[in-house]
Antibody, heavy 126, light 107 residues
Framework: DVQLVESGGGLVKPGGSLRLSCAGS????????MNWVRQAPGKGLEWVSC????????YYADSVKGRFTISRDNAQKSLYLQINTLTAEDTAVYYC???????????????????WGQGTTVIVSS | DIQMTQSPSPLAISIGERVTIICRAS??????LNWYQQKPGRAPKLLIH???SLQSGVPSRFSGRGSGTHFTLTISSLQPEDVATYYC?????????FGQGTKLEIK
């Protein structure tokens, strides 16, 4: 089965750090462009970060730039998100999501994100 | 950043009726528009990519149209299992952005 499984969420104090992980299986992880998308309680979806299949290209939402770092290990079929200097506004369910390879001249998400994990919850509170 | 605006929300429709959800982009995004369905407590699910391409395994009652700044998601005949929140998502340029969501309910 195609699957993404996140881990690493939890309760953390403001200013703290966490490292989220996402393990992929059942598909060609090393060809997929991978993302983190979050959803604050009762709110909509917010894209956080994207990394290309090789790991060379990385993109971030302005709200997390400089605090979050996305990375991947294709040998381990894993995606990571290092999140630092957490604030209450970072409280959310964090989903990892992947999109298939896209044609040259298009963007990494031309075909959308067709594989999603179940999410891991990050709560920032003192 | 490109702003995505959905309408209407919430939306209450009777079983068997046709549903149309509108998504507007603040600037042209060509056909770089995707639609997701999210049921309570679940991860989003891709329904439509590239504005009008039905994702594999998605029922044919779902369809998407549009280009530029105006897009629609249509459910031809609403089924009980379609109760969910629907999001449009532009993939034209970073930061990728989502609409605020349209909550679909049964009348």
């Amino acid at each position: 089965d195609v699957q993404l499984v996140e881990s690493g969420g939890g309760l953390v104090k403001p200013g703290g750090s966490l490292r989220l992980s996402c393990a992929g299986s059942g598909f060609n992880f090393d060809t997929y462009n991978m993302n983190w998308v979050r959803q604050a309680p009762g709110k909509g979806l917010e894209w956080v970060s994207c990394i290309g299949s090789s790991g060379r290209d990385r993109y971030y939402a302005d709200s997390v730039k400089g605090r979050f770092t996305i990375s991947r290990d294709n040998a381990q079929k894993s995606l990571y998100l290092q999140i630092n200097t957490l604030t209450a506004e970072d409280t959310a369910v964090y989903y990892c999501a992947g999109g298939p390879p896209t044609p040259p001249g298009t963007t990494y998400q031309y075909y959308g994100m067709d594989v999603w994990g179940q999410g891991t919850t990050v709560i920032v509170s003192s | 950043d490109i702003q995505m605006t959905q309408s209407p929300s919430p939306l209450a429709i009777s079983i068997g009726e046709r549903v149309t959800i509108i998504c507007r982009a603040s600037e042209s995004i060509s056909s770089y528009l995707n639609w997701y369905q999210q049921k309570p407590g679940r991860a989003p699910k891709l329904l439509i990519h590239s504005a009008s391409s039905l994702q594999s395994g998605v029922p044919s009652r779902f369809s998407g149209r549009g280009s530029g700044t105006h897009f629609t998601l249509t459910i031809s005949s609403l089924q009980p299992e379609d109760v969910a929140t629907y999001y449009c998502h532009q993939s034209f340029t970073t930061p990728w952005t989502f609409g605020q969501g349209t909550k679909l309910e049964i009348k």
